[in-house]
Antibody
Framework: QVQVQQWGAGLLKPSETLSLTCAVY????????WSWVRQPPGKGLEWIGEINHGGSTNYNPSLKSRVTISVDTSKNQFSLSLKSVTAADTAVYYC??????????????WGQGTLVTVSS | EIVLTQSPATLSLSPGERATLSCRAS??????LAWYQQKPGQPPRLLIY???NRATGIPARFSGSGSGTDFTLTISSLEPEDFAVYYCQQRSNWPPGFTFGPGTKVEIK
């Protein structure tokens, strides 16, 4: 059974760097892409970016200049860094596994979510 | 970039009623569309993939249809646990990435 657990700082000041880590237990880590998705309070879902075990990444163009996603295959972990945060970055951040389900790339396992609040 | 729109924004129904949710893509995504259910305080749960296939463990009252640009999620008879927000999602090859629709909230009337 795949389990996805995430952690990181929940309160940041403007201009600081957001850092979150996601660990995967059970199942294969190397056979998948792993993503970060965020959700501002009361709003919809926004994809941030993805990484595979080899370190290949893709980012949402709207966040690309501030985002870095990295991987530690020895620990089956991947991490999100978002620099120069503002109040607009306040959201619940999720990590998730992507799978090719049929012919559709979809997210089948999710972390529990981390609320990150940016406030002075 | 493919944009997904969902309608209605809110659907007010009673338990036992039929719910019909719509998702429209700005250009064809073939049948590569997924639907998710999200309840407060929880991550989304995959319901439907390939526009019409139920994910593992999803009850038969959930069904999906459509292809190209127009898709529908139908809940045949609402159970109390089905009141939630529903999102559609697709993946683009260029630029590579995922987009979600804005969501439809199914609330108790």
């Amino acid at each position: 059974q795949v389990q996805v657990q995430q952690w990181g700082a929940g309160l940041l000041k403007p201009s600081e760097t957001l850092s979150l880590t996601c660990a995967v237990y059970g199942g294969s880590f190397s056979g998948f892409y792993w993503s970060w998705v965020r959700q501002p309070p009361g709003k919809g879902l926004e994809w941030i970016g993805e990484i595979n075990h080899g370190g290949s990444t893709n980012y949402n163009p709207s966040l690309k200049s501030r985002v870095t996603i990295s991987v530690d295959t020895s620990k089956n972990q991947f991490s999100l860094s978002l620099k120069s945060v503002t109040a607009a970055d306040t959201a619940v951040y999720y990590c998730a596994r992507e799978d090719l389900v049929g012919a559709t790339n979809a997210f089948d396992y999710w972390g529990q979510g981390t609320l990150v609040t940016v406030s002075s | 970039e493919i944009v997904l729109t969902q309608s209605p924004a809110t659907l007010s129904l009673s338990p036992g009623e039929r719910a019909t949710l719509s998702c429209r893509a700005s250009q064809s995504v073939s049948s590569s569309l997924a639907w998710y259910q999200q309840k407060p305080g929880q991550p989304p749960r995959l319901l439907i993939y390939d526009a019409s296939n139920r994910a593992t463990g999803i009850p038969a009252r959930f069904s999906g249809s459509g292809s190209g640009t127009d898709f529908t999620l139908t809940i045949s008879s609402l159970e109390p646990e089905d009141f939630a927000v529903y999102y559609c999602q697709q993946r683009s090859n260029w630029p590579p990435g995922f987009t979600f629709g804005p969501g439809t909230k199914v609330e108790i009337k």
